[in-house]
């Protein structure tokens, strides 16, 4: 591919911005994924913060009693606001990493790292598994974008 | 117009690129109009969070009894914490779809229905509307979103 | 420099891109920061919110009293959204202001307030300062990140 690389100036023909294009999209994906598993269980567990969400229970009383918060709710919009507070670091992060020059494969493994970790942090998250799994999973993402800021201002650093 | 970008390579002079870069500008300052909001009704409402916000009411018990939740704060929170689980994957994934190559009359389309989705779904949630008002127009952006991410994947896949 | 600039069509050869790169990188490992503080203050203060995070602590009501809201805990909390509300629209605003052809020194004051703003901000929510320090290092962080939008809608706007 590397023909077509050099014959082309399009991000989108340059397999390191492919690669960041692919895995932003999968954990963006992941990350939309959370909203639809918070609906789930506020339907199956009944539990609404929204009184209009609870009209089609009834009026009044009868439908009151589903304004309430519960505990698996209320685990994955914390597993959803961590996901917000890492992924968005990654996705920026990670566009500036792309365009700075790193090889493909060191890339690769970057982007491949954090996704996957990423995807274990919410099982951990959800099903849920004992610590450390939940934290060391976390880390590995964390440090994961740490790396890629470093090689960015390595490259980049105009203060 | 094709003239003008047949020669430049710059990104902003890519008309897909320009119509992401309004649409985007438009739902980042649609979100960013939630902090206002927000503080609108703080003050209105005398609910506050942090005890040096309510240092200006007196001191002891007095400014006490404003530190408080209110039903229309914790609404606008509310409506700004979905913003940022919709408008972020938009951010990202639309980006990555922009340079991907769509038509323009595609991009259009994806970008004015997400951008009216989330402008709807924030009147749905303030005034509010009876639902399904509010899980629809949220459903639609998220749907947008989505058909973006397809399109990326379906482009770019390097895993 | 601008030799180099005019020679090269990659965006990361470009100095305002340089100095986007640069700010953003910083802001966003600021925001990440928050992370580490929140928790650092959940251990010292030994307040929790998932039930495997006390498991260490014992079992039953010894290790459920650790199931509790901290107001430190929960200031930084505070914080990291406000960073969420605030640093998302910088980095993707940022970003198309950047592709928009501004002055380097625009775009550095630009990018330089921003981010003296945010760091303020952290310090002014975490120590306490008393308002309304808080406020305006907010109030700072929005306007830079609203007079970017307007040059970018300026420059660019396709609906």
Not at 39 to 45: C, E, G, L, P, S
Not at 111 to 140: C, D, E, K, M
């Amino acid at each position: 591919r590397s023909g077509k690389m050099a014959k082309s100036t399009k991000l989108i023909d340059n397999e390191v911005f492919q690669a960041y294009a692919t895995y932003t999209a999968i954990v963006l994906l992941k990350m939309m994924l959370m909203s639809l598993i918070t609906a789930y269980f506020r339907i199956t567990r009944k539990a609404f913060v929204n009184p209009e969400d609870t009209a089609s229970f009834g009026k009044g009383e009868s439908a009151k009693k589903y304004l309430r918060t519960d505990p698996d709710v209320e685990r994955v919009r914390r597993g959803h606001l961590n996901d917000l507070e890492n992924i968005v670091p990654f996705v920026g992060i990670g566009l500036l990493y792309a365009l700075s020059g790193p090889e493909l494969s060191s890339a690769l493994l970057h982007f491949r790292i954090f996704a996957g970790a990423r995807i274990l942090h919410t099982f951990a998250y959800l099903i849920p598994l004992p610590q450390p799994g939940r934290g060391l999973s976390w880390a590995v993402g964390y440090a994961v974008t740490f790396s890629m800021a470093y090689k960015v201002l390595k490259t980049v650093l105009l203060l």
